[in-house]
């Protein structure tokens, strides 16, 4: 009775799978094929520094939104400031790109500063989050060089006027893009959005608000054309850095480019005290080039280097040198000074953590008071080979030894020709005084 119930009940379900499967393909092929007809919008994060490896990773958003067609490329920006270089590279590309681009400035309570403010007017859109700001775009002079007051203000004029001209470009209010350059001038969200004109062109929460109020906009390109953004139920595509990308960034931070160089520093010298090691020397080697790299991209103070550079100097110098803890003290001085002073920027974002500083100071002191310390102890050590290893070894007086006749003793494993200054007995226990040549001088031990 139980096995055809068994055998019908198994027919039912498959049968129910079939229908569902039949009934069901239809549906996923027109899902596939509205999913198709939807806008794409490509969305890239930029959250740091811009330095080369951000204006690449934006460089290449664009690039793929361009062969892919997109309906718009949204740069989420959130960043201190950066490179005028670096900047430049990345508004050439947008105001070339075939895809219109929008700049927000988002999450609530980020900025977009320095920088971040010029590729904001760049962009077709500009969009703040509640609680953002945008401005305070004055030039600042790296690499630790003393500039003059006209240089100083032939570069602050230059970025304003690049300012001005994107402004204008964009309609976008002119006069507050020169002050935010010459005056560092800020602008919350509320200030840029209620100015006349503006300065950003609309205020969104978060992402998909955004791309609600953008549906149907007309936006003026930077060549005089117009396009039509549709991005009601767009699909966004989240374009992420690569590896590569994400591994550079990270080592342009200035703390992990500040330990690179410490750990690079540490791996060399101690090659050079025990050469033939390898693996210190190469993995020190290494991080030394890498931690060049973050500093060609990063404003490095010279003299905070060679401040460095001087205070480890002083700690090997305490090795060979005897000054009673003084060289040590100038070298983690010297060490601590240098470092923060390493990096020339007032964007804390660019500065070295002061945790991070003198931890790594302390260790190069302690690692130099110890080998210190078991330099003193090895001058200490009785010598263990050469002549001078003989001296104080115990023996025997193979011989009677006198003051004017020579004797022989067993000491060390070896038989020597000894004198004494006092008459030794044959088979009395000696100690050996001193070594001259091939003699022994002993005395009765």
């Not at 500039?147 to 006027?161: L, Q, R, W």
Request: one cysteine or more; aromatic letters at 4%.
């Amino acid at each position: 009775m139980a096995l055809p119930f068994m055998r019908r009940l198994t027919g039912c379900l498959i049968v129910a799978i079939g229908v569902a499967a039949v009934g069901t393909a239809p549906l996923t092929g027109q899902a596939k094929e509205a999913d198709a007809d939807r806008p794409v919008v490509h969305e890239a994060v930029v959250d740091g520094v811009i330095q080369p490896v951000a204006a690449e990773y934006m460089i290449a958003a664009l690039n793929r939104a361009d062969a892919d067609g997109a309906a718009l490329v949204v740069f989420t920006l959130r960043t201190p400031g950066g490179l005028v270089d670096s900047t430049r590279a990345i508004v050439e590309r947008m105001l070339a790109a075939k895809t219109p681009v929008a700049v927000f400035v988002a999450p609530s309570g980020a900025r977009a500063a320095s920088a971040g403010f010029l590729i904001t007017l760049a962009a077709d859109v500009a969009a703040m989050a509640p609680g953002t700001h945008i401005g305070a775009a004055h030039p600042v002079e790296g690499g630790g060089q003393k500039t003059d007051e006209t240089m100083a203000k032939k570069a602050a004029e230059d970025v304003a006027a690049y300012a001005r001209t994107l402004a204008t470009r964009r309609h976008r209010n002119v006069t507050m893009a020169g002050d935010a350059v010459i005056e560092s001038r800020a602008f919350t969200d509320g200030e840029a959005l209620e100015a006349s004109p503006p300065l950003v062109d609309l205020v969104a929460s978060d992402l998909p608000e955004l791309l609600k109020k953008l549906d149907g906009r007309q936006v003026a390109r930077f060549d005089g054309s117009s396009a039509v953004l549709h991005t009601a139920d767009a699909r966004v595509v989240t374009v992420e850095m690569t590896s590569r990308q994400r591994l550079l960034s990270a080592i342009a931070d200035p703390n992990i480019a500040y330990l690179l160089l410490s750990l690079g520093t540490l791996g060399l010298t101690i090659e050079l005290w025990s050469p033939g090691a390898v693996v210190p020397g190469v993995v020190g080697g290494l991080c030394l080039l890498l931690a060049f790299f973050a500093f060609s991209i990063l404003p490095v103070n010279y003299a905070g280097l060679m401040l460095i550079v001087f205070g480890l100097l002083l700690l090997v110098l305490e090795i060979k040198v005897t000054s009673f803890g003084l060289l040590t003290v100038g070298g983690l001085v010297s060490l601590i000074l240098g470092s923060m002073m390493l990096v020339d920027s007032s964007i804390p974002e660019l500065q070295i953590s002061l945790r991070l500083i003198v931890p790594i100071a302390l260790g190069f002191t302690a690692i130099a008071a110890m080998l210190v310390r078991l330099a003193v102890a090895a001058q200490r050590q009785h010598p263990v080979t050469g002549p001078a290893a003989m001296v104080g070894e115990h023996g025997e007086a193979l011989t009677a030894i006198d003051a004017d006749h020579e004797g022989t003793v067993v000491t060390h494993g070896e038989i020597w020709r000894a004198i004494a200054p006092e008459p030794i007995p044959q088979g009395s226990r000696v100690l050996v005084t001193a070594v001259d040549g091939m003699q022994l001088r002993v005395r009765r031990d």
